[in-house]
């Protein structure tokens, strides 16, 4: 059994040093807990995150300094040190979010805001709006992961069906992919219909697309969780995870426009069933049917989901 650290005890001013190594996503769960620390200790606190994702936290408000650990200095004193590595990974059955929070302050978190923040600056939003002076004003967001954990990379063929009947279905509508360099880019190219934005914005600028698209449409991944910091609509293609682990708080409301379309396999969700600590997931499914989860989505489903947001009309 693993004990949690005992919650930090308010006193001003101090220093904290709060370490979450990575990754995008992992860090952007972590900012309910440094809003937290902001409001506890007050601004005299001097908070400094240590993470391989200094982007996502440079131009948060609650933190005074974020390095990346090969910048760490030794000869620094610290009156608190919070260790947020490996915190959802040994409480595998709770939210992730939740993980952190109770991490940071034990039990006692049921009032704790869990909205998560990504801020941007004037010019990543500057550099969006130039962008989207040349597509439709209707768009949709495409998320087509391609890396680790083979289970969260979709079959390529689910997003070809999808973005063929998007084409077909509403003619006004552009479908703009976004990514680092590894995952899958737009099969058709550049045009009017289809924009490949993959490995060319930054975070704050893939935040304020995704802010003004009709959807934005993936699975857990880095761009999921900077669309879970949007109010738009999302629809999230869950495989090992369930949707109680993974779903935002949007406006103090769980899950709000969050349309789930689970993977339709009877393993789904096996994430609450590894063994801890999980740093790498063990796939259920007998060898010849390894990662039968991410080509196991309903077709069906996905079309339905994105109908209801799209016929509403334009955000």
Not at 207 to 215: K, N, T, W
Request: a negative charge; hydrophobic letters at 40%; one cysteine or more.
């Amino acid at each position: 059994m693993r004990l949690k650290p005992a919650p930090l005890k308010i006193n001003q001013p101090c220093r904290i040093l709060v370490d979450r190594r990575k990754a995008v996503g992992d860090v952007i769960m972590i900012t309910p807990v440094l809003r937290e620390l902001r409001k506890r200790y007050g601004d005299d606190a001097y908070i400094q995150v240590v993470t391989e994702e200094i982007i996502v936290l440079e131009n948060n408000p609650d933190v005074d300094k974020v390095i990346v650990p090969s910048d760490m200095n030794r000869e620094d004193r610290w009156d608190h040190y919070l260790n947020l590595n490996d915190a959802y990974e040994l409480n595998v059955a709770s939210h992730y979010v939740d993980a952190y929070l109770y991490r940071a302050f034990g039990q006692d978190i049921d009032a704790i805001d869990r909205t998560l923040t990504l801020v941007t600056t004037d010019e990543e939003r500057d550099a969006v709006e130039e962008l989207k002076k040349d597509i439709n004003p209707r768009y949709v967001v495409f998320h087509m992961r391609r890396w680790a954990w083979e289970n969260k990379n979709i079959d390529p063929t689910t997003w070809t069906m999808v973005m063929a009947w998007v084409e077909a279905s509403y003619p006004d509508v552009t479908m703009i992919s976004v990514g680092a360099q590894y995952d899958s880019r737009m099969p058709h190219g550049q045009g009017i219909r289809y924009v490949d934005m993959v490995e060319q914005l930054s975070l704050g600028e893939i935040r304020h697309l995704i802010d003004g698209a009709e959807f934005f449409i993936g699975g857990d991944s880095g761009p999921y969780h900077v669309a879970c910091t949007t109010n738009t609509p999302i629809v999230a293609m869950l495989s090992h995870l369930a949707p109680e682990q993974i779903l935002p708080w949007r406006d103090g409301e769980f899950g709000k426009d969050v349309h789930v379309v689970q993977s339709k396999v009877a393993c789904v969700g096996c994430y609450a069933r590894q063994t801890p600590p999980v740093s790498n997931l063990v796939c259920e499914q007998p060898a010849d049917q390894q990662w039968l989860c991410n080509r196991s989505f309903d077709f069906n489903q996905i079309t339905q989901e994105l109908k209801s947001i799209l016929d509403k009309g334009t955000k």
